[in-house]
């Protein structure tokens, strides 16, 4: 009866431990329009009224991220070159492209001054959100305790989502023409070794396919400039506000934090104290019997 306890026992702990060491779930957004863009007039209180004129120039803003872990700098500007290279595919509707420094939306930047720095009258902001979850199955996790298994057994499995919102931005009117949306999603799998290095280039690729999906989304939709009507596009200053967009921001780092904190203690598995409070409750009961 003490063997079985006693196996049961370190069973109980190494499958949790291991559990422990491969289960984390990591996430990443982008800044909120209202903290990359100068509030701007209402679009229906502006008093020159300036034309759609095809074909036009564009600027795209790849909107820097916000918190920790996040997609790097490079990694948005290459999305934004072939998102770049998707869009000058339609000279009919697209002149020009330029793709906005990061240096320049470090603080906030407003259409005018895009408008004069980059010679464009169309801008598209481009945001995103992704979310990984890296899994190991206990029995599996058991074999990270020896060398050999922990760098040749691909048992942790990652997913990776990504979600792109772009808005098309008509800058001489303030307003938003109109909004598209693009998404990946992906798994791999790896040894608990190159865990890491799986997870962030499973990051980077699946972000750039998901701005490649955007902007596939948005080439078939440009057909919608040959007769737009730009009193029906949405005023930009609805989302530039900045009270409703930092009440949302809040929430969402609230939420995050409260993963950071569940991520501190074993992610999908048990926490060590956990672990350390059931394992003396096991050892009590054994020594009794």
């Known amino acids: 009866m003490k063997k079985s306890l006693s196996l049961f026992l370190v069973s109980f702990l190494l499958v949790g431990l291991a559990g422990c060491a491969s289960n984390f779930t990591r996430s990443t957004r982008s800044q909120p329009l209202s903290n990359l863009l100068e509030p701007v007039k209402e679009s229906r209180q502006i008093a020159t009224k300036t034309p759609l004129t095809l074909p036009t120039s564009v600027a795209i803003i790849m909107a820097p991220n916000s918190g920790n872990n996040a ?34 939306i470090q603080n906030k930047l407003s259409l005018d001054k895009i408008r004069e720095l980059y010679a464009t009258d169309i801008a598209i902001v481009v945001s995103h959100q992704q979310d990984q979850r890296s899994t190991q199955s206990g029995p599996v996790g058991l074999l990270d305790l020896t060398i050999v298994g922990a760098f040749t057994v691909p048992g942790v499995e990652t997913k990776t989502s990504t979600v792109i919102d772009g808005r098309v931005i008509h800058i001489p009117s303030n307003a938003i023409i109109f909004t598209k949306s693009g998404t990946d999603e992906r798994s791999a799998k790896s040894t608990t070794y190159a865990q890491e290095s799986v997870a962030r280039e499973a990051s980077i690729n699946s972000l750039t396919a998901a701005v490649s999906n955007f902007g596939d989304a948005l080439v078939s939709a440009m057909s919608k400039f040959d007769n737009y009507d730009l009193s029906q596009a949405v005023p930009l200053s609805s989302s530039t506000g900045g009270s409703d967009a930092r009440k949302n921001e ?33 050892l009590v009961a054994w020594r009794r019997k």
């Open 250 to 282: 809040k929430a969402a780092n609230d939420y995050w934090s409260k993963v950071d904190t569940y991520k501190s203690g074993g992610g999908g598995s048990m926490g060590f104290v956990s672990l350390i409070l059931c394992a003396g409750a096991v």
């Open 71 to 104: 997609v790097p700098n490079t990694t948005l500007r290459l999305a934004a070159e072939k998102l770049k290279q998707q869009l000058l595919i339609n000279p009919k509707y697209v002149s020009a492209v330029a793709i906005v420094a990061i240096d320049d």
